[in-house]
């Protein structure tokens, strides 16, 4: 099962890339470290970067399994394409409802005030 | 091994095999935009109730976490490893690899099921004052809370007595199991048809059905799968490790 | 490449039997059962509007015993009403009716890229009508189509039974939109390049796009409503924290799309219509095909304007409004080129071309009305009056179900073989079209006048607009029943329909009507989709036939040696 060079080459099978073991297990090993990583920084104090430094675990280890697990970087660009326009979509969907939350969040709390009785109770 | 069998509608196994992966990408497109849904709302609650989120989430056992983690990133290894094999049209390979990948998808939901039951038996639910820890009797949750989440020896409890907690906070908790159930049940439902899928590539293997022309299916199971992997991978700081 | 078959065997006959129908993986014959589907739907959804427009013929004065339907039985009518027409009849109308008929011969494929998901896409389709019908009938719905929290997970009718309706509805769309996708990108013949493809195929492309993105959206949200009503998850529920806007937010992320998932393909029809029917090249058609997918882009962004008064913070609704102003640009595009396109054109007036010319008026009104409903402070006066109603009204059914209407007549020779009598049609379509004036410009005026929307009774001074309008809506439902009745009496009647009975260029009309069970007999080459000169008319056959006949097969046009080349 040793790697090859050769099998680089696409046009080798007609169809899809092979990917040799050892890239296969070095992605492996990469996303189990930075797992640990992760967790390890968790539970550190960083002064309100943790969600950042998290997130950017998350996603390096996330662009590792689309490249080489699921082959994009060696698959039609077109396929890639469609994952990254997705994931703008999400962006943008997310990024104008959190915008908007954020606004009318006083709205929330000036009513609150205004209103105690009114408010919720939660029974 | 067989060969690929080309549908009246096509002219080629190349057209056939490149048609049937932009589908899977343009499906995994659909998942994506589904799970958002909750990513929104995660992020909104998150945005607007910081401290809630952050209390709530220490009830959430890390090492379990990433356990899981390190359970969906092996079989994703292993799936990925299993359409070399199938490339290559290596069969005992590729049963080896499919079959690790359901016994760790199997793993996962065994851990998942003994979260969901130790957070069912000490009221950790949804649903603020309905169903939650806060109607429990914190005489009889509290040793075992003290054991069940890393820390030492100061618990949360002690900081935040459920007879004088402020109400707000008791709903937002509520709120942030109730989008973490959401997410993971979610979730673990993937899981669960992933398994099935791997179950059925095993199968269809056992009988020769794939070779080094017709992988697709192994290909595009694996894709899946890989998709499950990478929601976990976002799921897991972004519910386990608030800190 | 069935070469020796037999001439007389078509899709039609080739198989019989009820299960040869919903077993077939044939898109032609999948796009027939769709459309016969959506026509039943429509008439329940319009048997719901008759009953809703009889109940608003005269005010109540707040008694109900003057009332033709009680208060609850009209909130679950009009509900129904806008579910029906909207989840059963309009999204999936042109795409998975029409679309899925032409849009492989329009490519000179002989089926779609997934034709077993294409044939689970109509299942589901079945599977949520009779789920829709199901909650029809244990306890009704009455939350109005959009399902907002938290009246939705409180209230006592069958709320879950109707989102899972919707949810696998949805499915339903995400599947054809897939598929549609894929088949346009990997399916296009050789030489057919994208600025080579019919401008219905953009349409349904740009469609496909928002299909896909949007509808997991609404999937999930509904999925969460109806968690919430049966776990008592509270993410909607102000009583335990939940945020009802946020709600909002997820349905109009996708339902805002959505209309332009009905809207999209409707303009896809028209731009073939106008080139045809004025037997001249399509004007500006990289501008058509370029605004469907800005449209398709846009729309995404624009959502927050349906909730202008919902507790939507004003930041947000500053930069929705201003966003909103930009999807006028590409729809104006649109209408300016079919406008060009007929300009020195040769007319004629078949009852297609009657259809679409109708969009033009309908579709200006409807359009430009939303330009008001835009502006935040006109919006904070009209919101939730009967000009938000006829707004909609005059964009999806005046122009997503005329349009509809002129692609069923237009593509109706195709799919049966027969001819329609043109006469009977063309009245049909006047008198619909001076019905739905009828029925709903004088609704814009009582919304002006502040008539609220969704209210069972109404204040006196409304009574003329709504004497008016339901006088209209009687023409209206007149109008569509007599084209209904025109095309189902072609069956029996109707002569035998030439290959190419308008004298388009596109492919699905080089082959026989109706078309053979593999679409063509012989591959056609890809020339100008809006060439007009390939094809002549044919008095003998009353219908057109190429300038230059391929000498393999007659309904063939021979093109340029070049892409002759191309083709094999």
Redesign the interface.
């Known amino acids: 099962?040793a790697a090859s060079p050769a099998s680089d080459h696409a046009a080798e099978?007609?169809?899809?890339h092979?990917?040799?073991?050892k890239t296969?297990?070095a992605?492996?090993a990469a996303?189990?470290a930075l797992?640990?990583l992760?967790?390890f920084t968790?539970?550190?104090?960083l002064h309100g970067f943790?969600?950042a430094v998290?997130?950017i675990?998350?996603t390096i280890?996330?662009t590792l399994?689309?490249l080489?697990?699921?082959?994009l970087r060696w698959?039609?660009p077109?396929?890639g394409l469609?994952?990254l326009?997705?994931?703008l979509?999400?962006g943008?969907?997310?990024a104008?409802?959190?915008?908007?939350?954020?606004?009318?969040?006083r709205?929330i709390h000036r009513f609150d005030r205004a209103h105690p009785a009114e408010a919720?109770?939660?029974? | 091994m067989s060969q690929a069998k080309l549908a009246h509608h096509f002219e080629s196994?190349?057209q056939q095999?490149?048609t049937a992966?932009?589908g899977m990408?343009?499906f995994?497109?659909t998942e994506?935009?589904f799970f958002?849904v909750l990513?929104?709302a995660y992020?909104?609650y998150r945005?607007?109730h910081a401290d809630a989120f952050q209390y709530a989430s220490q009830f959430l056992d890390?090492n379990l976490g990433?356990a899981n983690?390190?359970l969906l990133?092996?079989s994703?290894?292993t799936?990925?490893?299993a359409?070399?094999c199938a490339?290559?049209g290596q069969k005992r390979?590729l049963m080896l690899n499919l079959l690790v990948t359901v016994v760790c998808a199997l793993g996962f939901m065994g851990i998942k099921y003994h979260e969901y039951s130790h957070k069912y038996h000490e009221g950790l639910l949804w649903g603020?004052?309905r169903h939650s820890i806060f109607k429990a009797d914190p005489a009889q949750v509290l040793p075992e809370m003290k054991h069940g989440h890393e820390g030492g020896g100061e618990s949360v409890w002690e900081s935040h007595h459920v007879e004088t907690m402020d109400?707000a906070l008791?709903?937002q908790v509520g709120i942030f199991f109730g989008i973490y159930f959401c997410l993971t049940g979610l979730h673990g439902i993937h899981v669960l048809v992933g398994i099935g899928v791997m179950l059925w590539l095993l199968w269809r293997a056992s009988r020769d059905h794939f070779g080094?022309?017709n992988?697709?299916a192994v290909?595009l199971g694996?894709?899946y799968w890989?998709?499950v992997?990478?929601i976990w991978?976002?799921l897991?700081?972004?519910l386990?490790?608030?800190? | 490449m069935t070469h020796a078959h037999d001439p007389s065997l078509n899709y039609l006959n080739c198989r019989k039997g009820l299960r040869s129908w919903l077993g077939t993986l044939d898109h032609k014959r999948i796009g027939v059962m769709y459309m016969w589907s959506i026509i039943a739907s429509m008439i329940l959804g319009g048997i719901l509007a008759m009953l809703i427009r009889a109940e608003l013929w005269a005010p109540n004065n707040g008694d109900p015993a003057q009332a033709v339907l009680s208060q609850d039985t009209y909130n679950q009518f009009f509900t129904l009403h806008g579910a029906i027409m909207i989840f059963l009849v309009i999204i999936p109308s042109i795409p998975a009716a029409l679309g899925n008929f032409v849009l492989p011969m329009m490519l000179g494929a002989k089926d779609v890229a997934f034709p077993r998901i294409n044939r689970l896409s109509y299942h589901l389709y079945l599977i949520g009508a009779a789920l829709l019908v199901v909650s029809i009938l244990t306890g009704g719905l009455d939350t109005g189509w959009t399902f907002y929290a938290p009246y939705s997970t409180t209230t006592e009718t069958s709320v879950v039974v109707a989102v899972f309706g919707a949810f696998v509805l949805g499915f339903s769309s995400i599947f054809t939109g897939l598929n549609f996708i894929v088949t346009i990108?990997k399916m296009r013949p050789p030489g057919m390049g994208w600025f080579k493809m019919p401008l219905f195929l953009w349409a349904l492309y740009a469609t496909s796009i928002i299909q896909i993105?949007a509808t997991p959206?609404l999937g999930l949200a509904l999925m969460l409503i109806a968690v919430e009503r049966i776990m008592g998850v509270g993410i909607f529920n102000?009583?335990?924290?939940g945020?009802p806007?946020?709600f909002q937010?997820l349905f109009w992320?996708y339902s805002h799309p959505a209309v332009y998932v009905m809207i999209l393909p409707a303009m896809g029809v028209l731009s073939e219509c106008f080139a045809t029917f004025s037997r001249k090249h399509i004007f500006g058609y990289r501008f058509i095909a370029y605004s469907s997918i800005a449209i398709a882009i846009f729309s995404?962004?624009v959502w927050?304007h349906h909730m202008f008064v919902s507790?939507?913070?004003?930041?947000?609704s500053v930069?929705?409004s201003a966003l909103t102003f930009s999807v006028a640009i590409p729809s104006a595009i649109k209408v300016f080129n079919w406008v060009a396109t007929m300009y020195k054109g040769s007319v004629s007036l078949d009852t297609p071309m009657l259809y679409a010319l109708s969009v033009i008026w309908l579709f200006g009104i409807g359009g430009l009305t939303g330009l008001f409903l835009a502006t935040l402070s006109t919006d904070i006066h009209l919101h939730d009056t009967y000009f938000v109603v006829a707004h909609f009204h005059f964009v999806m059914v005046g122009s997503a179900l005329f349009s509809f209407l002129a692609g069923v007549h237009y593509w109706w020779p195709k799919m049966f073989g027969v001819m329609y009598r043109e006469w009977p049609g063309r009245i049909a379509c006047a008198v619909s079209f001076v019905g739905f004036n009828l029925t709903f410009i004088p609704q814009f005026l009582a919304g002006t006048h502040g008539m609220p929307r969704r209210y069972w009774d109404y204040h006196p001074m409304y009574e003329p607009y709504n004497k008016v309008s339901t006088i209209g809506a009687v023409i209206l439902g007149l109008g569509l029943v007599w084209a209904l009745v025109n095309l189902l009496r072609s069956f029996g009647s109707g002569r035998q329909a030439p290959a190419n009975p308008w004298g388009a260029a596109t492919l699905e009309w080089m082959t026989p009507s109706p078309a053979p069970p593999h679409n063509f007999d012989f591959a056609p080459a890809v020339g100008d989709p809006y060439d007009m000169d390939l094809v002549r008319y044919d008095e003998s056959i009353d219908g057109y036939v190429p300038v230059r006949p391929h000498p393999d097969d007659p309904h063939i046009p021979l093109v340029e040696p070049a892409e002759q080349e191309d083709e094999q």
């Open positions: 099962m099978h007609g169809l899809g092979v990917l040799p073991v296969l297990a992605t492996f996303l189990v797992t640990l992760t967790v968790g539970k550190m104090d943790d969600l998290a997130l675990i998350a280890k996330a399994v689309a080489i697990f699921m082959h698959d039609r077109f396929n469609v994952f326009i997705t994931i979509f999400v943008m969907f997310l104008l409802t959190v915008t908007d939350r954020s606004q009318y969040e709205d919720p109770t939660g029974e | 196994v190349e095999f490149d992966k932009l990408w343009i995994l497109l994506i935009m958002s990513f929104v992020t909104v945005a607007s890390t990433a983690t390190l990133l092996l994703s290894f799936a990925a490893w359409v070399r490339q290559l390979g603020g004052a109400p008791k709903k080094p022309d992988f697709t290909d694996a894709l890989h998709l992997d990478l991978i976002f897991f700081p972004l386990y490790l608030i800190s | 990108h993105l959206v102000p009583e335990l924290g945020d806007v946020l937010h992320f995404f962004i927050g507790g939507q913070s004003q930041l947000a930069i929705f």
